[in-house]
């Protein structure tokens, strides 16, 4: 089970959508978890972070 709370960053996971709430300010990601789909995806142009949440909006 994964304790990892909102806040705290993911190791390894950068982030450059500044208009996300999970994005710090030096680019990385804070969700708790993060969920990347497009299961038919073949490039990394179709994959999508289902996570996003807009800054103000979540």
């Known amino acids: 089970m994964n304790d990892k709370k ?10 450059d959508v500044t ?3 999970y994005n710090t300010v030096d680019c990385r990601c804070s969700a708790a978890r993060i ?3 497009n ?3 073949s490039t990394k142009g179709e994959t999508y972070c289902s996570t ?3 800054r103000g909006t979540c």
């Open 19 to 21: 208009a996300c709430k």
């Open 35 to 37: 969920s990347v789909q």
């Open 52 to 54: 996003f949440c807009p």
């Open 39 to 41: 299961e038919k995806a």
């Open 6 to 15: 909102h806040g705290e960053i993911l190791p390894g996971v950068g982030c």
